[in-house]
């Protein structure tokens, strides 16, 4: 049975990855207004794989016979100015998930909890990767600043992501 301050800790977790399918699925949309087709596959995919990523959690709170409390999802932002704008705040939002994991990885070992910290170990992981990515997008906006030609070709790039099961 989870310890009461790590499971109220993991839902409040489960509730901000299913913000983040959320926010990915709106900046998903956004591209798509924008015809970046590329671009909204790839925050489509991304949205998917948050999903993927709450679906994790909310199975180990049930595994570890604890109790899932679904809360409210805030609405995420829709008005961004330009495609960096984007990819800033998802930077940023990756930075903040990365801050929210070590936090219960810090109260799962303050608490004794080996078994919540060794799955949290996943998540340390991935944010290493989420963060990567999302910063390496970012970077080559900044590098093609208004080249159409050169976010035509990674909007092309971008459109090659693969859906994977690994959420």
């Known amino acids: 049975m989870l310890k009461e301050k790590i499971q109220n800790s993991l839902n409040k977790q489960l509730n901000m990855e299913l913000f983040s399918s959320y926010e990915y699925l709106a900046m998903s949309a956004y591209f798509k207004e924008k015809n ?95 963060e990567n990515t999302a910063l390496n997008i970012l970077e080559k906006l900044k590098l093609i600043a208004d080249s159409k030609d050169g976010l035509f070709l990674l909007d092309r790039e971008l459109g090659q992501r693969a859906v994977t099961s690994k959420g």
């Open 36 to 130: 970046l087709d590329g671009f909204s596959h790839w925050f489509a995919v991304q949205s998917q794989e948050e999903y993927g990523h709450a679906m994790k959690i909310y199975d180990y709170i049930n595994q570890a016979n604890g109790k899932v409390k679904l809360t409210k999802i805030d609405e995420p932002n829709a008005n961004w100015k330009t495609v960096i704008d984007v990819l800033k705040e998802t930077y940023q939002h990756e930075k903040k998930v990365t801050a929210a994991i070590n936090s219960l990885v810090d109260l799962a070992i303050s608490l004794k909890d080996h078994a919540t910290n060794n799955f949290l170990q996943w998540f340390v992981s991935e944010q290493v990767e989420e």
